[in-house]
């Protein structure tokens, strides 16, 4: 099992920065993959960006230039830095992780972007 915590949502306005965290714990040490999801209201919830085991990520055409997906391994901690962020970009956030077999989601965090 994997527990996952988001922390940093908030209200910013349109061309301001957040920098959303995801604390992972429980059996961390055999996730594949991890990253970020978003569901806007009325919306499908959506890739935002992902860092494999390998350090290599992957991010949304919508967010690539903008977003920045990084980690740190000591503190079991990924991070999604936002600049410039839309009103588009208002949704709640949520962490995945991708352990074998299972997939495990965070509880999300609420980003919104006032114009």
């Known amino acids: 099992q994997v527990q996952l915590v988001e922390s940093g949502g908030g209200l910013v306005q349109a061309g301001g920065s957040l920098r959303l965290s995801c604390v992972a714990s429980?059996?961390?040490?055999?996730?594949?993959?991890i990253g970020w999801y978003r569901q806007a209201p009325g919306k499908q919830r959506e890739f935002v960006a992902t860092?494999?085991?390998?350090?290599?990520?992957n991010y949304a055409g919508s967010v690539k230039g903008r977003f920045t997906i990084s980690r740190d391994n000591a503190k079991n901690t990924i991070y999604l830095q936002m600049s410039n962020l839309k009103v588009e970009d208002t949704a709640v956030y949520y962490c995945?992780?991708?352990?074998?077999?299972?997939?495990?989601w965070g509880q999300g965090a609420q980003v919104t972007v006032s114009s």
């Open positions: 429980g059996s961390t040490s055999g996730i594949m993959l």
């Open positions: 995945r992780a991708n352990r074998p077999p299972g997939v495990y």
């Open positions: 860092i494999n085991i390998g350090g290599t990520t």
